[in-house]
């Protein structure tokens, strides 16, 4: 089966760094997602991370630990804007592509 | 902007009624998906289709079905709808199929109210 795990609200402090996780357990891994969704918006690409370690794209960055079924999402700097759910997602399936997303994170951006 | 269309926005019906939700795909995309997102639920995959052709099934109901067709553009077709039914559906498009697909682009959903 597949599960996916992440906390279902979070709430941090403009300018200020937060850390989303997510734990997951599913049959077969090819690579793990994080995107963004605003609300009744479409969810948007944030990163991919199929090896172990850290992925740094501007204020966001992605970490991955296979061994663990282990990934976060961090954000620096945070703007109001950043103010959203966060999906994370597994790629499994061979030959086929299929993501399983987890329930999502909101985040609350507070001044 | 995604690149993929979908239609209409909002749709609001009763129960028992069939419904066809539209997407247009990202120009060159070959794969289509939906995805079912309700309340309580995270967005929930029901099929996928790669060049017309039916290439994974998710938690698709049997009263749910969909095609591809050769212009690339895919339809989703709800029947005998329930109050449950209610939900956002996404359609998402990638270029390729397979495990080196990368990202999906999805399109801004199609929000069902069933009455």
């Known amino acids: 089966g597949q599960n996916i795990d992440q906390p279902t609200e979070m709430t941090a402090t403009e300018g200020a760094i937060v850390q989303i996780n997510c734990t997951y357990q599913?049959?077969?891994?090819?690579?793990l997602f994080w995107y963004q969704q605003h609300a009744g918006e479409a969810p948007t690409f944030l990163s991919y991370?199929?090896?172990?370690g850290l992925e740094e794209k501007g204020r966001f960055s992605s970490f991955l630990s296979r061994s663990k079924g282990y990934s976060y999402l961090l954000l620096k700097e945070l703007q109001m804007k950043d103010s959203a759910s966060y999906l994370c997602?597994?790629?499994?399936?061979?030959?086929?592509?299929?993501?399983?997303f987890g329930k999502g994170t909101k985040l609350s951006v507070i001044p | 902007d995604s690149g993929v269309t979908q239609t209409p926005k909002h749709l609001i019906t009763a129960t028992g009624q069939r419904v066809t939700l539209r997407c247009s795909p990202r120009?060159?995309?070959?794969?289509v998906y939906w995805y079912q997102q309700s309340l309580d639920q995270g967005l929930q995959f029901l099929i996928q289709?790669?060049?017309?052709?039916?290439?994974a099934k998710g938690n698709i109901l049997e009263r749910f079905s969909a095609q591809q067709f050769p212009d690339l553009h895919s339809e989703l077709n709800l029947s005998s709808l329930e109050l449950g039914d209610s939900a956002l559906y996404f359609c998402?498009?990638?270029?390729?199929?397979?495990?080196?697909?990368?990202?999906?682009?999805f399109g801004e959903g199609s929000r069902l109210t069933v009455l």
């Open positions: 998402a498009s990638s270029l390729r199929d397979g495990p080196n697909t990368g990202e999906l682009f």
């Open positions: 599913t049959s077969g891994f090819n690579g």
């Open positions: 991370n199929v090896l172990d």
């Open positions: 997602a597994v790629k499994s399936g061979a030959g086929s592509y299929q993501l399983t």
């Open positions: 120009s060159g995309d070959l794969s």
């Open positions: 289709y790669y060049n017309g052709e039916e290439r």
